[in-house]
Nanobody, 122 residues
Framework: QVQLVESGGGLVQAGGSLRLSCAAS????????MGWFRQAPGKEREFVGH????????HVVDSVKGRFTISRLNAKNTVYLQMNSLKPEDTAVYYC???????????????WGQGTLVTVSS
């Protein structure tokens, strides 16, 4: 099983960009589909998007489509969330997650990262 550590969160003005990284330990990273979730203050955790084991299939939810992109580099055991045109409503703790397949998302996550805070100021 992998362990996941997110980084790259911080404070950004509306309209700005951030790239989150999620580094995985362990040799089985490339066998997992990876995903991103977020949890805003006072709200439930929500699914943001996912990427297949080889990066060939990606999907993000409508609320971030055209602004957020998920990618991965298996040689570096890392998955990324590129966030552009950020809005105050994107403020949340962002979590990466590993699942055995794309179809396992959002309820079949096996491994969670600890989260990284993104704050978007207006």
């Amino acid at each position: 099983q992998v362990q996941l550590v997110e980084s790259g969160g911080g404070l950004v003005q509306a309209g700005g960009s951030l790239r989150l990284s999620c580094a995985a330990s362990g040799r089985t990273f490339s066998s997992y589909a990876m995903g991103w979730f977020r949890q805003a203050p006072g709200k439930e955790r929500e699914f943001v998007g996912h990427i297949s084991w080889n990066g060939g299939i990606t999907h993000v939810v409508d609320s971030v489509k055209g602004r957020f992109t998920i990618s991965r580099l298996n040689a570096k055991n890392t998955v990324y969330l590129q966030m552009n045109s950020l809005k105050p409503e994107d403020t949340a703790v962002y979590y990466c997650a590993a699942a055995p397949s794309l179809f396992a998302f959002p309820t079949g996550v096996e491994v969670w990262g600890q989260g990284t805070l993104v704050t978007v100021s207006s």
